[in-house]
């Protein structure tokens, strides 16, 4: 447990900073972009999916960029612990901060009258912000480059402004401002296939075969 | 060398994974877009209904845009969407005060009270007709009678300065005022499909609906291909047997950027000869005389420049900071201009977004009434990112000279 | 335009850290080594001389022409940095046509003359081999064939052989003094093997200073007479080595023989013997007051 702990600490000290910051700053705008207060349950989700949901992407995707050289690569891969297991510690604490970031955003929406269903939200966002997560990781994991893995949940989430659910169907990301839920299942465990492929393959070579 | 370093670098494009996935996004959002376009038939009498079309009614506009201000200001609150999401904003004394004077010069009302009366009085005039389940249901949203003498310009004025007070994206801004749609008369849709097949020749219509669909991905793919370029010398561990050549910075810099711009224009003009067969298939059929040429017009006119931009700012920030923070810039861009100009689907208001949209076929009025305001907006963005890509050729030649380093993941230190 | 590499009071400061201390050199044609211990400054002042970091203060030119003058001195230089690498998916020929590009050379002239350079290091076979398909040593031989694509009067290399196996070391060696046959090459190394081997004219480089310059012979004359031989035990062995700087030991059994400096002869089965350049160049830095030298190379 000691063990994890410290390499937790490492990727807090070194690796999540920057990303954190922005997520910070996405959040913090987000009053002057758009109303934050009375909305309908409507208008929060439109809110959650379409804008706070997007930082999954920020704090997931690059979630193997500290191994990024293939030299740091191979020192870090040829000691005990695993290097899967340095990406689990990390993916964890990372989505521990998702789920901090999600549950502040979402008391300051109630706090500010908004009516919506707390929890319902909740689940059904963090989901979301799960998926577009694991999607930019699947795919920074297996092509090996950063900028193909932040392209991918972004191209989504075009595709899912402009194609709508009518492509999409039952991974349509933006379902809950439809008031339709069973999406959301599906985007969770999409999101769990993808980070599990995607760190499993990006592993491999460190005895995880 | 610059012509032989630009063939290389365009060869190098063609090999990267990235622009590939590029090109698939873009045959994947033809394909699902524009797939299967149906080419608009002249309209017959007696047809069903025959689309929407944007209200010119002076006297129109000015009602309902002041009726929906009464009733606003008598609330106490507006609704907003600056950025395509809902915003209700509430105002201060002051602001109060000054709506309150542009209600009295506009409708002569003076105060809430006066409002308040007005507004009683419109609902009390209004029809009262009860739906299925016993609620009341208005036919018509709240008008408000303009005090005479009122001109049209003296209007917009006042509600240009309105939508100022509000933080902008009300419902008094010029696209909302605009965006009242009326339904077409048999005569509207003639007219439209004239101008469409005789001004437009056809294909300056798909021309722009097909720039419409494209411009969008265009805004922001550009970008993960520059940012992948410039951080690939990096990452080969090539910067310095690079940066120690002979070429010159701006050759370096200007090649790559000139290839990634054919290489990115190149799938979008094959993409457009589907459509275009389309057409001339379609006018040769109907005897129109169409313009060969109007997807490259579109393409070099409106895409370009949205290309260049995103481009730019992938080459200019990679440059910068050694980091991905150019995609997040774009995509941060990318998402205010989407969201701003779903207001603007429909054309004929291109302001100075970086993502023009015009979602129809149709319109060729309002493209022709603004064609001078796309054409600023297009010459202001392809001088921006001539602008930057010369500032990214200054930055390069510093770090070759070691004259610039980026110090800490992107705080970038310039020496002397 | 003379092939001279002219360097006056040379100053070079990182922030507040002095990287380079009032540098002075001349280098004519032919193999020039720089030698001193890791973070002495060699890569700094190989820098400077390859345009990738602005001089602080002092005059530099390279074939007569100032160093600020970016674009004009790379046209006569070719550098090959301790660390790099190309673009993995390209070939070994597409690299070095890329580069040549780079360079300026028109077609022609690439086509005429990457096939030859490869040739000459031995790459001709694998040019149609992706870069990171490559071994080390390979890819220090197509380091070496991209920094004289252009023919440059001048070619810098910075630890060429850091990483090589001792043949592929001996054979790099050979390449580059056929190289330096009619222009300026700047070796930088922490292995004195490597200049031993290569170089007539040398300068030691120490903390930023430069502490010697000179012919690698004149170097050698400074230890002589100070260099001795003794079969010890190992329990002496400690006691020797608080008195004196060891160049290098052999075990025998239970013994050990040792090489070391002494001002004198310090015990009499100890037998003076003739200096190397190693014995000088840790002679050098002891009377510089540093300890650790290079000897780790040899052990």
Redesign the interface.
Known sequence: MERLWQIEKVNLKHHVLLHFLVCVLLLGISPLLMGVKNLTAVDTAKVLERYVALIGIIMLTPIFLPEQDRDIRGLVYAKYTKASQVYMVRLAGNILILAAFLGIYIFVLKQNQCEFPVLKYYFGVFAEVLFFGGLGLFFYGVSDNLIIGYMAPMVYYIIAIGGGDKYLKMFYPFSMSMGKYEEKICLFAAAVVLTAIGIRFRSVGDGVK | MFGQLFIKECRQTAKSLIYWLIVLVLIFNFATQLGNMDIMQKPKEGQEDYGYKQSDDKNMIMRTTLGQLLEEYYRESYSTYPIGFYKSVTLNDKEDKQIEEIIKETTGLSGRTETRKAIEKWYAAQPKETNAEGALVLRKSMEAEPVEGLTFERFEELMDEADHILGGGSGYEEVSRKSASVPMTYEDAVEEYRKLTEKDRLTGGYARLFSDYMVIFLGLLPVFLAVTRELRDKRAGMQDLIYTRKGSSVNIIASRYLSMLIMLVLPVLALSVIPLSQCLRYASASGISADIWAYVKYIFGWLLPTIMTATAVGMFFTELTDTALAVLIQGAWWFVAVFTGISTLKGGIYGWSLIPRHNTELNWTGFHDNFSQLASNRIVYASISIILVAFTAFIYNQKRKGRYTVSWKGFGRLKK | MSTTIKIRNLNQYYGKKQALKNVNLTIETGMFGLLGRNGAGKTTLM?VL?????KSEGEVTVCGTNVSR??EV??N???L?Q???????MTVYEAM???G????LS?SERKQRIPKLLERVNLLENRRKKVKALSGGMKRRL?IA?AIL?DPKVLIVDEPTAGLDPEERVRFRNLLCEIAEDRIVILSTHIVGDIEATCENIAVLDEGEIIYKGTVSELTGMAEGKVFQAEISKRELETLKKQCVVTSMLTLGNNVMVRFLSDEKPFASAKPCEAGVEDAYMYLMQERGGGDGCLDNYL
């Open positions: 820098k390859a345009t990738l970091l602005p970016a674009q790379r046209k230089t070719g550098y940095p660390e790099f690498s190309m673009y993995p998916n046509d890329y580069l590009v780079l360079s300026g077609k380091g991209q252009h």
